[in-house]
């Protein structure tokens, strides 16, 4: 993993700090007020970020300091409460090809949970969403980024979204196959990594340490097999606008805009009311 330690300067936070750094196994660098016998060896030279936790949260930072800004997990930023309070409703893109409409709700499983962003939008519109994410770094962010917002709204419709999402630290297969009890998602998501890289500067920096990060999801044509294996309605894959298919297999129908592409598997026509 290409994480090499994890940083606090905030005795308060340091028990907090010290459990995060046990699960991840890495080492905690010592906090003020700390005694000089518990200073921890100096980090990898290998690794390529580390993790900060600061009052405002977790955050993934780069060694080198010029690589890119903090990366975290933010549901009450600005934003996020731009998108969700001005971005396009049941119009946009991807509530069309997850099926969303007035009085239809699906239940989406989101076997590619990321940093969340697509789950909130998903959840901000109406669906219960359960994020399934495999990477234990990113299971920390989204665990916090989740756990925080709750912690400190005192908004209504924030904290009633944030309700509809559960976070699943599993990795895909594990949870379907290891769970005969889950009730069978209405559509299942997927937001595979891809190696292309997108315009913007930031977004390139912040998806290039993603990608560092995680890696690239080799195993992403698998997922559309189980994912079609197991929904009840449809597949909804995301991709850049001009990537191939996933596993080359062809969706139903497409959604194209911009930069993003998403591709539909249709098993089932959506019923009106779900
Ligand atoms: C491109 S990101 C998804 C971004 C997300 N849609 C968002 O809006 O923030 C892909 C994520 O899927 C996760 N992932 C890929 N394959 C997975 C699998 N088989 N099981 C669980 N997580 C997986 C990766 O670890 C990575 O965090």
Redesign the pocket.
């Known amino acids: 993993m290409p994480l090499s330690h994890i940083r606090c300067d905030s005795v308060e936070l340091k028990p907090m700090a010290q459990r995060l750094a046990d699960r991840l196994s890495v080492p905690l660098l010592r906090a003020p007020g700390a005694t000089q016998s518990s200073i921890l060896p100096c980090p990898s030279t290998t690794a390529d970020y580390f993790l900060e936790l600061v009052d405002e949260g977790l955050r993934l930072m780069p060694l080198i300091g010029t690589l890119h800004g903090a990366i975290r997990c933010d549901f009450e930023g600005t934003v996020a409460t731009h998108r969700r309070k001005y971005g396009g409703g049941n119009g946009q893109d991807i509530a069309k090809a997850v099926g969303i409409s007035g009085k239809c709700k699906p239940h989406v499983l989101?076997?590619?949970?990321?940093?969340?962003?697509?789950?909130?939008v998903l959840a901000t519109l109406g669906c219960q969403v359960t994020l399934?994410?495999?990477?234990p770094v990113?299971q920390e962010l989204l665990k916090d980024g989740l756990a925080r917002a709750l912690s400190i709204t005192d908004n209504r419709e924030l904290a009633t979204i944030l309700a509809r999402m559960d976070l699943v630290a599993?990795?895909?297969?594990c949870?379907l196959n290891g769970n005969p009890n889950i009730p069978q998602p209405d559509v299942i998501?997927l937001?595979?990594?891809?190696p292309e890289s997108r315009k913007s500067a930031k977004v390139k920096k912040e998806m290039q340490a993603?990608k560092t990060l995680?890696g690239d999801?080799h195993?992403?044509d698998h997922?559309l097999d189980l994912a079609l294996g197991a929904a009840r309605f449809r597949v909804v894959v995301?991709r850049p606008r001009k990537a191939p298919q996933l596993g080359n297999a062809m969706p139903h129908f497409s959604l194209s805009g911009k930069s993003t592409r998403y591709d539909i598997y249709a098993l089932q026509k959506l019923p009106l009311e779900l």
């Open positions: 989101d076997l590619t949970a990321g940093l969340g962003r697509d789950a909130f399934v994410e495999r990477n990113v599993l990795e895909a297969q949870y998501y937001d595979p990594m891809y993603f995680v999801d195993d992403a997922l995301k």
